[in-house]
């Protein structure tokens, strides 16, 4: 279990969220205590076994108070009339005690003591100590309102029943979910320094997995992977003898490489999909081999591998390899893609390149826009009128740009969001990113409302925001048939495209006082790239 240490600053995180809560309750409530009570995650178990699986801190949990040990509780009070500011927050930890049957199975959680040295907290105590903390709490402050998150919702850790009787019956207390979430979420939506050093420590990490998997991809290019004797039939291969031939064997390098490096957790299902499978956005299967041979139509689904010949005929055919991953580092994720060439000596092919370079260029011109005040819709639209412009210029569109726009077939070939807000999650505090009652979205009267159907940040950009930045262009059999009578498609070139699959690059990008900065570091130009996955740097 890696803890952080008291670096993490809990308590301003609390008091942050406490101070949001007070912009949105009603005024009856406004003057009276407040109390934030939380439930942490439990290790989880495989259905009818005691097999544990891995464990992840909750995360507006671990917000709260920079803690990942299982079986966890927060009560945090905030008391508004109080004039020093620091008797008006406090905030206590409850930890589970050393338990014998840990010594031997499990990792123990840490002692009070270990753990005021860990946690940014005003106090621990032992989980068993919680219901008496609530109750000196219930008599010490009668009309305290009592938040806490959703508390029927399976989104989030179940707070016990015994906890919450004495509150939902007392007559005076108020015990209320309807407000925390909320306020946490648009809390959550800027990032502290102490947040963004953990958020670049994932890009970091991320960003080497990927170069690292690349310059695999270019080794075998070159020859350099060689396998000593008996390899792979006396004994098996060991790691500087692998070729990557396989989507699993890509995902295999990359999680490794964060795993050396002390990454925990992936921040989601990595997205390893070769060939037409890369126009499948959340294509999580991972197991098939990369494509020897022509691409026949239905290669991308799921139902056999390709056939293998004899290692000296076997010759990959010319594709793309698109790799969306990225790890967590304490609680905090980087969401990084990447797409490559793979067969054809490691180099694009004319029109995997073609497409790649557009992708990249609406990339590239979106980075250049973003400050704060920029609407992340103007991203969107600006991703699409680079894409109808790309096409009209590669003959793939025919017609008027803007009647093309309005008509919204780009959605046939872009139909994800640009990108969302990152942090703690990878679509991070949805929430706040796309608030139900939004009064900052404009009538867009250029482009068409499938842009923004899937698009998980609907807001103006702020300083302390982290926000991915995604585009791509996809050849998908299911969505192409939405066009397949579009008179602005030239629909005999559209055939030559259809066998790449899809390409996306993503970096993830901190919103400055005067525009961005782009935290993965990873390079995605097409020299640097066909330089490293042909094994020529």
């Known amino acids: 279990m890696h803890m952080p240490g008291s670096s993490y600053c809990a308590k301003a995180h609390v008091q942050k969220t406490f101070e949001q809560l ?47 040990v299982p079986g ?22 409850h930890i589970p005690e050393i338990e014998a049957a840990d010594l031997m199975w499990s990792v123990p959680p840490p002692t009070i003591e ?66 925390l979430l909320s306020s946490l979420h648009k809390t959550r939506l800027i990032k502290d320094e102490n947040e963004i050093t953990m958020l670049r420590r994932a ?11 690349m310059r695999l991809l270019g080794n ?23 070729l990557i031939e396989k989507e699993a064997e890509a995902e295999a390098i990359f999680v490794a490489s964060c795993r050396r490096e002390g990454s925990v957790h992936q921040a989601y299902l990595p997205i390893v999909a070769a060939s037409m499978r890369a126009a499948t956005l959340h294509y999580c299967c991972n197991d098939r081999e990369f494509t020897w041979g022509p691409v026949k139509p239905h290669d991308h689904l799921n139902h056999g591998a390709l056939a293998r010949g004899p290692a000296p005929e076997r010759q990959l055919e010319p594709q793309v390899l698109l790799i969306d991953a990225g ?49 992340w819709d103007s991203i969107q639209l600006l991703c699409h009128q680079i894409l109808v412009k790309g096409f009209l210029d590669l003959g793939l569109f025919k017609g008027s740009k803007d009647e093309i726009l309005r008509s919204g077939i780009s959605s046939a070939f872009f139909p994800h969001g640009v990108g969302h807000s990152l942090g703690m999650d990878v679509h991070d505090v949805p929430s706040a990113s796309k608030p139900i009652n939004n009064t900052t979205i404009s009538q867009d009267k250029v482009g068409h409302p499938s842009f923004y159907t899937y698009l998980r940040l609907r807001l103006p950009l702020a300083e302390g925001m982290v926000v991915t930045v995604e585009p791509g262009i996809y050849f998908h059999e299911h ?23 899809g390409v996306r690059i993503e970096d993830d990008v901190l919103i400055t006082s005067d525009g961005c900065e782009n935290l993965t570091k990873v390079r995605s130009d097409v020299e640097w790239l066909e330089s490293v996955c042909s094994g020529e740097i």
């Open 72 to 93: 966890s509780f927060l009560l945090a009070l905030y008391q508004p009339e109080h004039m020093n500011a620091s008797t008006r927050l406090s905030v206590k930890l």
């Open 114 to 179: 270990e753990a005021k040295q860990l946690f940014d907290v005003t106090d621990i105590a032992y989980s068993s100590e919680l219901q008496s903390t609530i109750e000196l709490l219930l008599q010490s402050h009668p009309e305290a309102v009592f938040h806490t998150l959703p508390r029927n919702s399976p989104l989030f850790p179940t707070l016990p029943e015994e906890y919450m009787a004495a509150i939902v019956l007392s007559e005076t207390h108020t015990a209320t979910d309807a407000y």
């Open 479 to 501: 969505l192409l048939k939405a066009v397949e009578k579009s008179e602005y498609v030239n629909h005999n070139l559209l055939e030559e495209y259809r066998n790449m699959g």
């Open 220 to 242: 075998a290019v070159q020859g350099k992977i060689l396998q000593g004797k008996g390899a792979g039939i006396d004994r098996p291969l060991l790691p500087g003898e692998w």
């Open 22 to 68: 007070m912009n949105v309750l009603p005024s009856q409530l406004k003057e009276k205590p407040q109390v934030i009570l939380l439930a942490g995650g439990r290790t989880p178990f495989r259905n009818d076994t005691d097999r544990e699986l891995p464990f992840r801190q909750e995360s507006n949990f671990y917000y709260f108070s920079g803690c990942s």
């Open 327 to 375: 790890c967590e580092w304490d609680c905090y994720s980087a969401d990084i893609t990447r797409t490559m060439p793979v067969g054809n000596g490691g180099k694009f092919t004319e029109k995997s390149k073609q497409i790649y370079s557009l992708v990249l260029e609406m990339q590239q011109k979106s980075m250049k826009t973003l400050r704060p005040g920029v609407h």
């Open 203 to 213: 890009n970091d990490i991320s960003s080497r997995a990927h170069e690292t998997v």
